[in-house]
């Protein structure tokens, strides 16, 4: 039985037979250059000090140096011979570390392989012997440099730091704040318990206009139109039931078609009631999203959001912290991602008109299927819109619990809020 280190399916290294062993072929390796893998395999993952290295394999001898560096580059190539890149990286003024993951294992000796053709000692010439000797002191040069410019860039954030400390002391308006929610208009439809509300920064045109005709009469609701997103709220006051939806809006198709979809799905859509525990001091929102409306008969459905939201230090505060924690869970109901978020919240008014900023303070993320929120396109800007450094909040309705906030160019959304105690 030998010792064999085990690198996945890529190899075997063999350090009693001198050779790195793959499917079909084999690496020979020299006595030395064997020696320092062994003790680079037995330290997988951990820095290995160069003072070892020379001590244990060259006795501190006047040329170890030289055999270290010249080890030490002939591994590398051959480790890049078969397609493993920066398999031992080089510690500034420290030694290495082999950044392989490696299983051990006592093993019968493998068979003979065809010898793969890599760089021999004959091929490398003493300039090459001192290119690890270069990395390793050039590693320390720059290790001077950036702990200097890392000292730098601690200064100049600790000044800045002073700077908005006392400006959120000092200044009763926010210099930031959000246009979306300063300006947002209402289109007057003449109609009691039913808004059509719209931000500056789009054309206020007959389709939206129309949109209120086309919901049904009986229909009592509050809707936003942004550069992004229609985000509608409806009120059943009879049934005691609030629901809402965010349909993403594309401005590059149809508007008119668009409208007349969501129209068309919110008149048929059939809303149930969902029970959710009442925790003392909670808000809960459901946020649903559907993707733009181009040349389906009703709304693609993406997933829905639930947020929940616990003020710590009070309503009544001019500064508070939140902690919020998002769920995004998609249509096959698995979720999608998950976070906590932290912010410091500020109270603003400008303009008599009252609003919140939400300052992120920390992100902390429990799970996330990064392949989904990587290849949809629609997933992945709503898990940025929800962890945007600073989000606004203003009270659109108090009778209601309905806010507008910055997210998606403006949004409006229904709050639950439960009982304090």
Not at 11 to 34: D, G, N, V, Y
Not at 39 to 66: P, T
Not at 223 to 247: N, V
Not at 335 to 356: C, G, P, Q, V
Request: hydrophobic share 35%; net charge neutral.
């Amino acid at each position: 039985m030998t010792k064999q280190y085990k690198y996945n399916d890529v190899f075997t290294f063999e350090p009693e037979t001198f050779r790195i062993i793959l499917e079909k072929k084999e690496i020979k390796l020299s006595h030395k250059e064997a020696a320092v893998l062994v003790i680079l395999c037995d330290n997988a993952m951990r820095v290995v000090e160069r003072k070892s290295l020379l001590s244990l394999i060259w006795n501190d001898r006047d040329s170890s140096d030289i055999s270290l560096n010249k080890n030490i580059l002939l591994l590398r190539r051959k480790f890049e011979s078969i397609g493993i890149n920066k398999a031992i990286d080089t510690i500034p003024r420290v030694g290495y570390m082999l950044r392989l993951e490696l299983s051990i294992q006592q093993g019968i000796t493998m068979p003979n392989r065809d010898e793969v053709v890599t760089s021999t000692e004959d091929e490398i010439n003493e300039s090459d012997y001192n290119e690890e000797q270069l990395r390793y002191e050039k590693g320390f040069q720059n290790y001077k440099k950036i702990t200097f410019i890392g000292l730098f860039i601690a200064f100049i954030s600790f000044i800045s730091f002073l700077y908005i400390l006392t400006r959120y002391n000092t200044l009763d308006k926010d210099p930031d704040a959000p246009k979306t929610l300063l300006n947002m208009k209402s289109a007057n439809i003449n109609k009691a318990d039913r808004t059509l509300l719209y931000t500056d920064e789009i054309p206020l045109n007959d389709e939206y206009l129309n949109f209120d005709k086309k919901l049904d009469k009986d229909k009592n609701f509050y809707s936003l139109l942004s550069k992004t997103a229609l985000s509608y709220i409806d009120i059943d006051s009879q049934k005691d039931i609030i629901w809402q939806k965010t349909f993403l809006i594309d401005w590059n198709h149809n508007i008119a078609s668009q409208l007349d979809c969501i129209a068309n799905y919110i008149n048929t859509y059939k809303a149930t009631p969902r029970n959710v525990d009442d925790v003392p001091g909670m808000s809960f929102v459901r946020l649903k999203f559907y993707r733009p409306c181009k040349n389906e008969k009703t709304p693609d459905y993406i997933g829905e959001m639930l947020i929940k939201s616990t003020l710590l230090s009070g309503d009544t505060t001019p500064s508070s912290t939140w902690t919020q924690d998002f769920e995004f869970i998609g249509h096959s109901t698995k979720t999608l991602f998950h976070f906590k978020r932290i912010s410091r919240a500020h109270s603003h008014e400008e303009d008599s008109k009252k609003y919140l900023h939400l300052a992120v303070k920390s992100i902390g993320v429990n799970n996330i299927e990064q392949d989904v929120v990587q290849r949809e396109h629609d997933v992945n800007y709503i898990f940025n819109q929800f962890t945007l450094d600073d989000i606004y909040l203003s009270v659109i309705s108090k009778k209601y619990n309905i806010y507008a906030s910055t997210p998606f160019d403006g949004i409006i959304f229904y709050s639950k809020r439960f009982s304090k105690q």
